[in-house]
């Protein structure tokens, strides 16, 4: 019998056996950002799209990845894919490490480059049809080289992902408290009450919030700050709001208005909607400040430092000077 047969080879796998220190970091690296890139889409058709690579080099990696790691990341259905609780608490790390290694190679290269260089930028939904695309061509018009990381979500998601690092500054409402966080105001927005278009007080141009107070509301989620806001207007009328329907952007409430399962307090839609009437409400007084946010004692990039003064320029007439 050759030696050859009398040697057994045992294949040790990461998830069979413990892994040196230090070394989780180069088993995995090549694999995490086509991992982030699968779980931003839930496709990984889509994914290897973004990447621009085949969409098997994706589906091999991701199947490498769970071996490697011994645990299911993400659940198949069909062609698209969603992240098990594991794959969800490895993305959420994930996303954190690829944007400090984002935030690095962007600090090098302003520091070769000063007029050059990246803004992570978050805005409210309500903001982004019109508003921050206008902040961002004028900006641009004297900065053309500087990029944005937009982020669109609401107050509190953005106050944690500035907190983890993911956002240099951002645009909420309300304005927040917080003794790590730098914030000034910088200006304020109507509120409407909208109803739909055959409503008792559609053919109305002005309210008292009171007069709605029988009519069932449709809102924001709870944690969103026009939430917060409505139901304090609505206190301040003497009521408080029957809300039917909760959901997570603006225009999806305009839409449930239209369909006359509620009516809403909304900021100004970008373009009119059929099916509602948007109208002022004169008691209480219904607005909403605007204001920029950003992390005390963080060092800012040359272009985050300019971003910043040219926002605070514009106290007062952010919303009016962006069209």
Known sequence: MSKEKDISVTRVTPGDADIEAGSWAALLAPRLAQFAAVARHEQITRAARDLAVP???VSRAMARLEADLGVPLLARHGRTVSLTPAGRVLARSVERALGEVERAAEAVRADADPAAGKVA????HTMGPE???GLIRRFRADHPRVRFSLVQSYGEDMMERMREGELDLCLTSPVPDAPDLVTRRLDEQRLHLVVPADHRLAGRKRVRLAEAAEEPFVTLEPGYGLRRLTEELCRQAGFRPQVAFEGEEAETLRGLVAAGLG???LPPP????PGVRELAVTAPRAV???GVAWMAGHPDTQPVADFKRFLLRRRGSLLADTH
């Open 288 to 290: 909403r400040e605007i």
């Open 263 to 265: 009516v809403a307090l």
């Open 131 to 133: 508003t921050v695309p």
């Open 121 to 124: 930028f978050g805005f409210l």
């Open 55 to 57: 969409q098997s080099t």
């Open 270 to 273: 970008a373009w009119p909607r």
